[in-house]
């Protein structure tokens, strides 16, 4: 990529990632900020770009991390699924900090920069960004943050773009991350949600697979087929789907999938009913029980 480009071609690489974000999963599939990751890639050619969605603090303390994805600007799709973004994963997944504080407006609006901007005097290359980046040994670093929800304050995604050489037109190149970082909030808003997840809330490889076969208009027995197992078995994946999802019917399931209903249950409330059915289950043996005791002392009456 020339280092200078023409207006209509920075026009063009916004336009260009906006497709690719428009185009994320409606739901939290396995590989989501994988996917997000590499939406992102256009951004600075030869690049590695990392996806974090975890709580940050003002101090720039991570914790909760519920995803992390990685992915890379390769000429071939051996080299993109290589060493480099399953090391940039694994790091990303246990980076404890940024190594530099932040303001309550810069967690509330996000915020997006050159590290070196934000380490100043301190150097991020010696710090833990430092220690994350050392397999690629990092010319420059462009680290953005974006946050999903009043509802969750400093939950958020974390956005890196290393390079081994300088990255030219950073301003430029800031300025687009920023343009499409709200657009990246809301994709994930709504795959995933304005809460909290735990590993139980996102969907397996296996339920994916099912769930995009669904959205092709294939039945059960069809999917059941395809993979080689029971129809039973795959029933049982179907159900989880609805669960995840929220979904009372195949229709909204699917449409949920598509992105066409925007507003998930909330996943507290599912949980909820979820516990309430339990509850009720555990009653009725209790309930029995408590019946017969009153027909066998009725009789002892008589």
């Not at 974000?21 to 951004?43: F, G, H, N, Q, S």
């Not at 669904?214 to 039973?232: K, M, P």
């Not at 998930?264 to 309430?276: D, G, M």
Request: charged share 25%.
């Amino acid at each position: 990529m020339s280092p200078n480009l023409t207006e209509q071609q920075w026009l063009l690489m916004s336009s260009r990632i906006t497709e690719r974000l428009c185009a994320l999963p409606a739901v939290a599939t396995p590989d989501w900020c994988d996917r997000a990751a590499r939406c992102l890639v256009p951004l600075v050619d030869r690049a590695v770009v990392a996806v974090i969605l975890a709580t940050l603090d003002a101090s720039g303390t991570i914790s909760e991390r519920e995803a992390v994805g990685a992915a890379v600007d390769a000429p071939t799709e051996a080299f993109a699924e290589g060493h480099v973004p399953n090391v940039v994963r694994s790091r990303a997944d246990r980076l404890a900090a940024l190594g530099f504080g932040l303001s309550a407006g810069a967690l509330e609006r996000g915020f997006c920069g050159n590290a070196d901007r934000y380490t100043q005097p301190g150097d991020w290359r010696h710090g833990t960004l430092g220690r994350m980046w050392s397999e690629v040994a990092t010319g420059d670093l462009l680290v953005a943050g974006v946050g999903l929800s009043p509802e969750t304050p400093g939950r958020c995604l974390i956005v890196m773009v290393a390079r081994s050489e300088p990255i030219a037109n950073m301003v430029e190149r800031e300025a687009v991350l920023r343009v499409v970082l709200p657009l990246l909030s809301r994709r994930a808003l709504l795959a995933i949600g304005p809460t909290r997840t735990t590993t139980s809330d996102w969907l397996t490889s296996k339920e994916q697979h099912i769930l995009e076969r669904l959205t092709l208009g294939l039945s059960v027995a069809d999917i059941a087929q395809e993979l080689e197992r029971s129809a039973h078995t795959v029933h049982d994946h179907v159900k989880s789907l609805h669960k995840k999802l929220g979904a009372s019917s195949r229709g909204e399931l699917i449409s949920r999938a598509l992105g066409h209903i925007t507003e998930a249950k909330p996943r507290a409330a599912r949980k909820s009913k979820k516990a309430k059915a339990v509850q009720e289950a555990e009653a009725k043996p209790v309930a029995k029980e408590a019946a017969g005791k009153a027909r066998g002392g009725a009789g002892e009456d008589d």
